[in-house]
């Protein structure tokens, strides 16, 4: 506490006791007080009382500077924290978008092998197809040769056969000599 205000209150007191200490009048609540002390002390308090209002008001007014600094801090901080989240926000739904986009990159991927898998199942299931048929063509033409060679072999064992009959029925008639 200020000295002045010490001494405000030291007069406040004293007038308290100027109060206490005064003659009372017969049958009222009224005193008698000496008017030049009461005079004195209010002078003194009037004295004192500028010092300790401008005291009051540089507090006041320090307290307004701390509070105008305390709510443009609170206000930045608001603010940081406010386009901290936006970019936080942002970047999630960059993140977001990102990973969006990949699973459709991967179903795409997954769906486009897929359909290149079925494509090369259908193409060598095709040259299969083809590969068995020149098989099978192949086959059937060894038959029909084996047969003809076969047919030719035994055409020419009956020639071979019948010349051989013929040639011994000749030897039969002429026998050697010898």
């Known amino acids: ?34 008017k ?39 206000s930045d901080i608001k603010r940081n924290a406010e386009a901290d989240a936006d970019r936080l926000s942002d970047e999630h739904e960059i993140t977001r978008r990102a990973e969006e986009k990949a699973r459709a990159i991967e179903t795409a991927a997954r769906n486009n092998a897929k359909m290149m898998r079925q ?29 003809q060679i076969n047919e030719m072999f035994d055409d020419n064992l009956g020639i071979i056969s019948q010349n051989r009959a013929e040639l011994r029925a000749d030897i039969g008639d002429n026998p050697r000599k010898g």
């Open 36 to 74: 030049g002390e009461l005079r004195d002390l209010i002078e003194e308090i009037r004295l004192n009382l500028p010092a300790e209002i401008e005291h009051a008001k540089r507090l006041v007014n320090d307290h307004e500077r701390v509070m105008d600094d305390a709510r443009h801090k609170a």
């Open 119 to 147: 494509s090369a199942l259908e193409y060598a299931d095709e040259i299969l197809t083809k590969v068995e048929e020149s098989v099978r063509e192949a086959m059937s033409l060894m038959n029909r040769t084996s047969g």
């Open 1 to 34: 506490m200020s000295e002045n205000m010490e001494s405000i209150i030291d007069y406040l007191d004293e007038i308290d006791e100027l109060l206490e200490t005064s003659k009372v009048a017969p049958f009222s609540n009224k005193i008698a007080v000496d």
